[in-house]
């Protein structure tokens, strides 16, 4: 029987793994620890994924190998080249479709909503990393030795996601405290659901018309981040959020005891203005849907 491979165990390599088994796949996830959710259809297996020998053994009877993983954020610019290569090279070694997890760092700063179809320009070093990722594999497939495809999301909201939403603001409202937020509380943003993005990733990797391109994850329509954790407290029946724009002092302090946090000035445009992504030709495409909201905020409220 035949096996996806999955790479990565942070929430949306759990999701999409999940989702797979659930449906009656074999699925092997591959962290470096063998961490993983229990069950019967999820195999847990502890190796490096930059070791191209080791993941290529671990493909072998792989039909799809999706990508879920990064490196930590500050680490980017140096790990995460070895980490796509060695991923690329299993794929070509085993044939196993290649699906990549992207996220919309490579379009740069963009006036108007973000499109499949916008030409890579980016204004920050890890959008620069995350575009010559893409064309490499792109690369690859073009001249006929793999055959591969990204999904592309924006910032993740859902149990388990890690954005800046997720972790400075809605611990915050959920507590009834006030929060700090690093960017304009009134811009509107696009959200991507945990389970939408394990969706898309599942449905491109079984319809041929998928090879070769970009798809962005179905995404409701943008909310800024005062109305975001407004729907988040009312879901959960807490009080009004207290939100207050964090001054660019405190972030430039805040480097200095975190490296993902003196990582963030660099991608602030994407919170100092708006920040829109649109799926419609994927949700047209795959007969897809992004989850409401409100029943993502649920889920997050409850657990």
């Known amino acids: 029987m035949s096996v996806d491979v999955v790479v990565g165990a942070g929430s949306t390599g759990v999701a999409t793994a999940s989702l797979l088994a659930d449906a009656g796949r074999r699925v092997r996830l591959v962290t470096r620890s063998g961490s993983g959710p229990e069950h019967p259809g999820i195999e847990r297996v502890a190796a490096d994924a930059t070791d191209a020998d080791r993941l290529t053994a671990l493909c072998r009877d792989a039909t799809t190998l999706f990508t879920c993983a ?19 090279t299993a794929a070509e070694r085993t044939g196993a479709g290649y699906v990549v997890l992207d996220n919309l760092y490579a379009y740069g700063q963009v006036d108007g909503p973000m499109t499949e179809d916008l030409p890579p320009a980016p204004n920050s070093v890890k959008g620069g990393v995350r575009a010559r990722i893409w064309q490499e ?68 990797s079984r319809d041929d018309r998928a090879w070769g391109h970009v798809w962005h994850v179905p995404t409701p329509a943008p909310v800024s981040v005062r109305e975001l954790a407004g729907l988040l407290a009312h879901t959960a029946g807490v ?23 003196r990582e963030l000035p660099e991608i602030q445009y994407q919170f100092r203005q708006p920040f829109v992504l649109d799926s419609a030709h994927t949700e047209e495409t795959f007969d897809l849907k992004p989850t409401p909201l409100e029943v993502t905020l649920k889920e997050m409220a409850t657990v």
């Open 70 to 88: 990064a490196p930590p954020y500050h680490a980017w610019p140096k790990a995460f080249p070895p980490l796509s290569a060695a991923l690329l």
């Open 137 to 204: 594999a792109l690369a690859a497939h073009q001249a006929g030795r793999v055959r591969v495809t990204a999904v592309r999301a924006s910032d993740f909201i859902g149990v388990g996601a890690s954005s800046v939403f997720t972790l400075a603001v809605a611990p915050k409202v959920l507590a009834g405290k006030p929060a700090l937020v690093p960017g304009d509380l009134d811009a509107p943003h696009s959200w991507s659901a945990v389970r939408d993005v394990a969706r898309a990733l599942v449905a491109v």
């Open 239 to 261: 009080r009004a959020p207290k939100l207050r724009t964090m001054p660019a002092w405190m972030l430039t302090l805040g480097g200095l005891f975190s490296a993902t946090v």
